[in-house]
């Protein structure tokens, strides 16, 4: 067993000893995610937040928009993905981890693959409309020239919580709407 300092940080990360690291450094990030997730819920956009991650270090963010924007391309995702782009310099976006509390749709999932994100770490699944798994597997898919390592269940509790109690709220304020 050689000697931990010796072994680079990200290395260490990865070997099976360090499986407690690895959540911790993996929630880290997510929980910026939630951040974002959480001011979208205070605008009244549906609670999805992003943030892309590359050496450690966050270089994008995003939260859902579409209401507000009235534009349906306005994800957490494809936000994040813009401004890494133009923190980089370019639209390749090798060596960057993207952290989303919902799995992303087909557009964001397509808009990842052309901007070869390497890694994608989901919260909680979406069985309706997600495409890294659910109902298609674009982010991950031997047809396409990028494949995007998948994993998932990341902080997945908080991530779900989020969305119920959104649409909650929401459900209640329309029943009381049509009491009056
Ligand atoms: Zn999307």
Known sequence: MPNMHEIPYKKRLNSEKNCDNIERYMNRFMNEALKEAQSAYELGEVPIGAVIEKDGQIIARGHNMTETWKDPTAHAEMIALR????????WRLPGCNMYVTIEPCSMCAGAMVWSRIENLYIGAMDEKAGA???????????RLNHRIHIETGI??????????????????????KSEE
């Open 132 to 142: 890294c798994g659910s109902v298609f597997n674009i982010a991950c898919n031997d």
């Open 83 to 90: 401004e890494a782009s133009r923190v980089l310099g370019g």
């Open 155 to 176: 902080m997945e509790e908080e991530c779900k919580n989020i969305m119920k109690q959104f649409f909650r709220q929401l459900r209640n304020r329309k029943n009381n």
